[in-house]
């Protein structure tokens, strides 16, 4: 998928050079910032008349000697370091692009200092022209001299990403169409052209190769996790079993890999484990038909499906008692659970999801879950029922905060229902680090200690398959 842009313009004060008002002349700094936010220096930025005059005009304004005024500002120019660091990668993002990628300076900026700058750096060869305010006659925030470098570089303002510190030159450009970016810091500023500029779902895919059968859980207090759950999530995403881990069970499946953390010694194997495999790998059918009639056994005083395999613990939740459905009604047995179905139904029309869940985290969740056990169905009684309610569900959740898997899983379940969602859309695309990948998003919480549990393999998976659906 090609990029809509294909121009940069930056700015390069407090991005690519820094300067500084300390300087060791008598002019005090504040007064150095005073008279650079000058109609005098915006005057002389636009070559309206000569540095002379200029710092005649200044020492009148502010009660200063003129032979002060010209020291401070030559110490001022020798006060100006380049950032090297962010020169490179934008060099290379340049070298990478080709000829698919201009990229040009949009400085205010006298003609005497731009030559001073163009002397001491070569930081200028980064781009394929500089338009200056001492060269034009106009300076930012001007509309007039972005119409006029949207005329000289023949470029549309839609094809157009600016950038800039001053949140005033941002918005001007803003207004002409242009994607305009405020300048923070340098990772920022990089993975967002990235963002813009890349295929979002090409790099996605790269990080999840790159990182295959690494992508462990982690939780919120840093401590890594091995489990069984989040890989057949990641399994089911991408359908690709290069990517994952497994430590597979002969019958019921537990969570954990190895020793249980941060939990009882004993944990015992549970249901939405067990269902989610046996959903993802689909074994024999005596296999299921096993599981599918031992399942029953394993309810509560409400006939509702318990969370474990063991009934010393009584936990009910109703993500885990979706994913339990969804296998029932795969295999065309969901009249089995009818309390459970009933309980589900209640939570989905009720809106009693929307603190999360003893063992989820986020409303997203439960609606993901529950349209991936509508989608599975086969029962078009419960489809015609339930989908017009989870529509309404997934709607009133559109545009509100989340992490990328919150946001992924939003996705996917309003593509489901056919119910469009440009806002979350893009904040999911916004969302994409630099290496490809997204932060780690949280799907699971231990229910005695509400820590989190989170996967950046799953929350990368789920967005990549949200902007492909999309495309």
């Known amino acids: 998928m090609k990029s809509q842009y294909n121009v940069i313009l930056f700015d390069v004060w407090n991005i690519l050079f820094s300067r500084s ?30 540095e002379d005059e200029c710092y005649l005009r200044v020492a009148e304004a502010f009660s200063l000697e003129p032979s002060d005024v010209a020291e401070a500002f030559e110490q001022a120019r020798g006060n100006v370091n380049s950032n090297d660091n962010l020169i490179s990668w934008i060099h290379n993002l340049k070298q990478d692009a080709g000829s698919d990628l201009s990229i040009y300076g949009m400085v205010n900026i006298s003609q005497s200092d731009y030559a001073v700058l163009c002397e001491r750096s070569s930081v200028w060869d980064i781009f394929d022209d500089v338009f200056t305010s001492g060269q034009t006659g106009m300076r930012k925030p001007d509309i007039c001299f972005y119409k006029h470098v949207l005329r000289a570089t023949l470029a549309r303002p839609e094809e157009v990403i600016f950038v800039d510190d001053r949140p005033e030159n941002v918005l001007s450009a803003r207004s002409l169409g242009m994607q305009g970016i405020l300048f923070e810091d340098d990772a920022s500023l990089c993975r967002r052209i990235k963002n813009l500029l890349e295929d979002p779902v090409q790099r996605g895919n790269a990080f999840l190769e790159r990182n295959a ?93 318990l969370t474990y395999y063991d009934r010393t613990r009584p936990r009910v939740d109703p993500v885990v008692c979706v994913n339990v459905l969804r296998l029932f009604f795969k ?41 991936r056990l509508l989608e599975t169905s086969n029962d078009p009684a419960l489809r015609q029922e339930l989908i017009p309610i989870l529509t309404g569900c997934i709607k009133e959740r559109v545009g509100a905060e989340g992490d990328a898997l919150c946001l992924a899983m939003r996705l996917l379940t309003c593509q489901f229902v056919g119910a469009s969602n440009e806002l979350d859309m893009a904040m999911l695309r916004s969302m994409q680090c630099e290496d490809g990948g997204w932060e780690t998003g949280w799907v699971y919480r231990y229910g005695s200690s509400n820590i989190m549990i989170g996967n950046r393999g799953l929350a990368t998976a789920l967005a990549v398959k949200a902007l492909a659906n999309a495309v």
């Not at 005090?28 to 915006?42: G, N, Q, R, V, Y």
């Not at 309980?343 to 439960?366: I, K, M, S």
């Open 21 to 50: 008002a300390q300087t060791k002349a008598t002019i005090p700094p504040k007064t150095l910032k005073a008279i650079l936010s000058s109609d005098i220096w915006f005057e002389y930025e636009c070559n309206r008349f000569s």
């Open 331 to 371: 295999h065309g047995r969901g009249h089995e659970l009818p309390a459970t179905l009933n309980w589900v139904r209640n939570v989905l029309y009720h809106r009693a999801y929307l603190e999360g869940t003893r063992y989820y985290p986020t409303p997203e969740a439960f609606l993901y879950f529950f349209g």
């Open 213 to 305: 059968k690494l992508m462990d859980s982690v939780t919120n207090t840093g401590i890594t996790i091995r489990d069984n759950f989040t890989q057949l999530l990641l399994l089911e995403a991408t359908n690709n079993r290069d990517l994952v881990y497994l430590q597979e069970h002969p019958k019921t499946w537990n969570y954990f890999i190895g020793k249980p953390l941060l939990t009882t010694d004993y944990y015992p194997d549970d249901l939405d484990t067990t269902c989610a495999a046996m959903t993802v790998l689909e074994p024999s059918r005596r296999l299921i038909a096993s599981i599918l009639d031992e399942i029953p056994t394993y309810i509560s005083r409400d006939g509702i499906v």
